[in-house]
């Protein structure tokens, strides 16, 4: 019992410490979830337009600027996701948009 609650602790601080990494495959489990019904999501989505996939997010966005846009949405038709996405997410999800980039 201690033990394993001495694991879970564990787990929290590591989590906790590499929150401003940003985990790119949390990022892309939060985005087929969440983004996949506007955006394409996966690696390599063609150079769509209305909204952009997130593969040509990639490429034309510094990480800043990618953040900022989940942040403060330049769209009205984009929900306001940062209200769920609170603290480490909005990490993974930059972290795993700018990992689309080749
Ligand atoms: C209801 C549809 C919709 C959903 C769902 C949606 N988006 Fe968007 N998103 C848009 C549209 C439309 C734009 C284009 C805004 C523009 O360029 O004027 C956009 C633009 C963006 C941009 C900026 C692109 C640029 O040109 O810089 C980012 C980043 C982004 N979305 C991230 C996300 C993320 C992350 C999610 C999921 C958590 C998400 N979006 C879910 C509609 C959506």
């Known amino acids: 019992m201690v033990r394993a609650s001495l ?5 929290g601080l ?6 401003q ?12 979830e969440y983004c996949v019904s ?3 999501v996966d690696p390599g989505g063609p150079f769509k337009q209305d909204p952009p996939s997130f593969a040509a997010i990639a490429i034309y966005r510094s990480p800043d600027q ?13 929900p306001r ?3 769920y996405m609170i603290g480490g997410n909005i990490d993974d ?7 689309l980039e080749e």
């Open 66 to 78: 990618i953040r900022a846009r989940i942040v403060q949405p330049i769209h009205a038709d984009m």
């Open 81 to 83: 996701y940062s209200e």
């Open 14 to 19: 590591a989590g906790m410490a590499s929150a």
């Open 93 to 99: 999800m930059v972290a795993y948009i700018a990992s």
């Open 21 to 32: 990494e940003g985990n790119a495959t949390m990022g892309r489990q939060i985005a087929e």
């Open 7 to 11: 694991a879970i602790a564990v787990m």
């Open 38 to 40: 506007c955006h394409m």
